[in-house]
């Protein structure tokens, strides 16, 4: 079992950064892939960054790559997402999920549905 929460979700202006936190207790063994969510009002989720256990293996929706960094600390038990040149499109609420994969892709990765454990989620809202 693996319980998550996040922390870090704030109102900015355009340009602005924000980073999330995830706090996972539980049974590191129980996970080997983490990964951030978001989803707004009318729209579905959307996978936005994932790690692998290890932190080797980092993959990013086309959507934030290059101001969006996730990070794990050394003993894998917070798992973060710098978020930097935040735009009103980012405006959604974020999730934090945790999971076994048995695939590594990045489909599969940023899909969601491998993903056992969920968070409630910290809003990020971005105004202009």
């Known amino acids: 079992q693996v319980r998550l929460m996040e922390s870090g979700g704030d109102s900015v202006q355009v340009g602005g950064s924000l980073r999330l936190s995830c706090a996972a207790s539980?049974?590191?063994?129980?996970?080997?892939?983490m990964g951030w969510f978001r989803q707004s009002p009318g729209n579905g989720r959307e996978g936005v960054a994932a790690i692998s256990g290890g932190g080797t293996i980092t993959y990013y929706s086309d959507s934030v790559k290059g101001r969006f960094t996730i990070s794990q600390d050394n003993d894998k038990t917070t798992v973060y997402l710098q978020m930097d040149s935040l735009e009103p499109m980012d405006t959604a609420m974020y999730y934090c999920?945790?999971?076994?994969?048995?695939?590594?892709?990045?489909?599969?990765?940023?899909?969601?549905?491998?993903?056992?454990?969920w968070g409630q989620g910290t809003q990020v809202t971005v105004s202009s």
């Open positions: 999920a945790a999971g076994f994969l048995d695939n590594w892709s990045q489909a599969a990765a940023l899909g969601g549905e491998s993903y056992q454990y």
């Open positions: 539980g049974s590191v063994n129980s996970r080997n892939f």
